[in-house]
């Protein structure tokens, strides 16, 4: 990526509807800070397809709560860790919705069934709720190409988030975990049939290894910021943490420790306890940074 490039990296969540935030977030947060320490003339955006969870059925009052939480952490963790990010990062919520942009994504729909990509039409199909059709998990799908401001359209209104009203960009980066790739692949097959609409900047796609499961949904028995960590050291601690949300849980503890040494993530299979203590002071960090929110 061209240095001099004025780049907006951007991540987007869901909001859970169930009581609790995951700790494992803290984690999901960590990409797109690091992106931006790494160059000059960026900024950043976290942003909430809020709305988007209205449209599937779940109840607004839940959403409006969990989000509100969530934002607050957002702050403290880039505060505590990211200070000198802190001014250029940029917490977004889903646009009002209008009857141009329904009919945009139902046209994007139309595109979706014409394509009939196996794996995407799976994935819908695993989503319809009671009551709905197809047509409504491949519209969430679809609107993925809108949330992440795909040239698909060329009124920039329709999108479903704000660019920084303040930041003229050059480039767009999306960060986002190895979930993301399914809609990923959804943008690039819409993108494909909307081809002749002009770019006003790049877009990029990052996928980084945080997220395997996405971190704003809770897995059954994961620990969640509201409850604290009472565990008495790291070993005991991930000794709890469930095998496919290990790699997460050491990113984060690897980020807060004092030797910052990454290579721990290729020996988790075969911990010493060198390993355990090398990870102890991200684990005393990360406690005691959670007991204080």
Do not use: W
Not at 74 to 83: D, E, G, H, L, M
């Amino acid at each position: 990526m061209n240095p001099k490039k004025r780049v907006l990296f951007s991540t987007g969540m869901s909001a859970d509807v169930t009581p609790g935030v995951p700790v494992r977030i803290l984690a999901y947060l960590m990409p797109l800070l690091s992106a931006m320490q790494s160059r000059e003339n960026t900024r950043g955006q976290f942003y909430f397809a809020d709305r988007a969870q209205m449209r599937l059925g779940e109840d607004p009052a839940i959403i409006e709560d969990n989000v509100q939480l969530v934002s607050e952490y957002i702050r403290q963790f880039i505060k505590a860790f990211y200070a000198k990010t802190e001014g250029d990062v940029l917490i977004s919520r889903e646009r009002e919705d209008s009857a141009e942009r329904r009919q945009l994504v139902q046209e994007l729909v139309d595109t979706l069934i014409q394509e009939n990509n196996r794996a995407i039409i799976t994935f819908a199909e695993k989503r319809i709720k009671e009551g709905q059709t197809i047509r409504n998990p491949l519209a969430y799908m679809a609107e993925h190409a809108l949330f992440m401001r795909e040239p698909v359209t060329d009124d920039e209104n329709l999108f479903l988030i704000d660019n920084p009203p303040d930041f003229d960009l050059d480039a767009l980066a999306m960060v986002g975990g190895p979930a993301e790739e399914i809609f990923f692949n959804v943008r690039k097959i819409i993108g494909a049939s909307r081809g002749d609409i002009q770019k006003t900047y790049d877009r990029i796609q990052l996928f980084g290894k945080i997220g395997n499961r996405p971190p704003y949904f809770k897995c059954f028995g994961e620990p969640v910021i509201e409850s604290g960590i009472d565990e008495p050291d790291v070993k005991t601690f991930l000794e709890k943490v469930s095998p496919e949300l290990f790699k997460d849980f050491l990113y984060l503890l690897t980020a807060l420790s004092d030797s910052k040494d990454y290579t721990i993530i290729e020996r988790r299979k075969c911990f010493g306890e060198k390993d355990f203590a090398s990870l102890k002071s991200g684990f005393d960090t990360l406690q005691s940074f959670i007991k204080q929110l």
